[in-house]
T-cell receptor, first 114, second 111 residues
Framework: DAGVIQSPRHEVTEMGQEVTLRCKPI?????LFWYRQTMMRGLELLIY????????DSGMPEDRFSAKMPNASFSTLKIQPSEPRDSAVYFC????????????FGPGTRLTVT | DQQVKQNSPSLSVQEGRISILNCDYT??????FLWYKKYPAEGPTFLIS?????DKNEDGRFTVFLNKSAKHLSLHIVPSQPGDSAVYFC??????????FGPGTRLSVLP
């Protein structure tokens, strides 16, 4: 298995532009998580999907952030418009069930907003 | 307010010695705890876990200790190896809720 796949690995964009991050979870996993890692706050959970349905989006910072999971093998995290404070590494993780303690993380997307 | 704290941003240890990484949590309802390891340019990978019904769990060179009264857990690595150099995240959760991660501690094992 290829593991969780994220694209792009690096994204540099200008303030105000739309950014879309992509994730392909491990086949057969029905729970998907988006996290953001910053120096100050570490790993923060942004949103959690179960069976393609958003269950908990309380971590989404503001309306500029949105996430979708149109099918079991694909999810997107969109930031529109982007701001310099959105610069961080964004991770996608999947697992068989939220009750499972082991999440499998992708390699992350490093986002830089100038 | 961070519910999971790792107060040491970094730690340096000599190869062969013991590494002790600490984690404190504020929510007394947390009942499951994890450690993840993260290498540069990679995602975190699961390392070891412990349930609140235990106070110790061991897996090879890695041992996690849980002190519920102090709301404190620690990860011991013995002996430390250069390949253990990474960022270590502590994570905790209550029941079936999502895990809350700490900010991480960067461990450097010096040859």
């Amino acid at each position: 298995d290829a593991g969780v796949i994220q694209s792009p690995r690096h994204e540099v964009t200008e303030m105000g532009q739309e950014v879309t991050l992509r994730c392909k979870p491990i086949s057969g996993h029905n729970s998907l998580f988006w996290y953001r890692q910053t120096m100050m706050r570490g790993l923060e959970l942004l949103i959690y999907f179960n069976n393609n349905v958003p269950i908990d989006d309380s971590g989404m910072p503001e309306d500029r952030f949105s996430a979708k999971m149109p099918n079991a093998s694909f999810s997107t995290l969109k930031i529109q418009p982007s701001e310099p404070r959105d610069s961080a590494v964004y991770f996608c993780a999947s697992t068989t069930d939220r009750s499972s303690h082991e999440q499998y993380f992708g390699p992350g997307t490093r986002l830089t907003v100038t | 307010d961070q519910q999971v704290k790792q107060n040491s941003p970094s730690l340096s240890v000599q190869e062969g010695r013991i590494s002790i990484l600490n984690c404190d949590y504020t929510n007394s309802m947390f009942d499951y705890f994890l450690w993840y390891k993260k290498y540069p340019a990679e995602g975190p990978t699961f390392l070891i876990s412990i349930s609140s019904i235990k106070d110790k769990n061991e897996d090879g060179r890695f041992t996690v200790f849980l002190n519920k009264s102090a709301k404190h857990l620690s990860l011991h690595i013995v002996p430390s190896q250069p390949g253990d150099s990474a960022v270590y995240f502590c994570a905790s959760r209550r029941g079936g809720q999502n895990f809350v991660f700490g900010p991480g501690t960067r461990l450097s094992v010096l040859p």
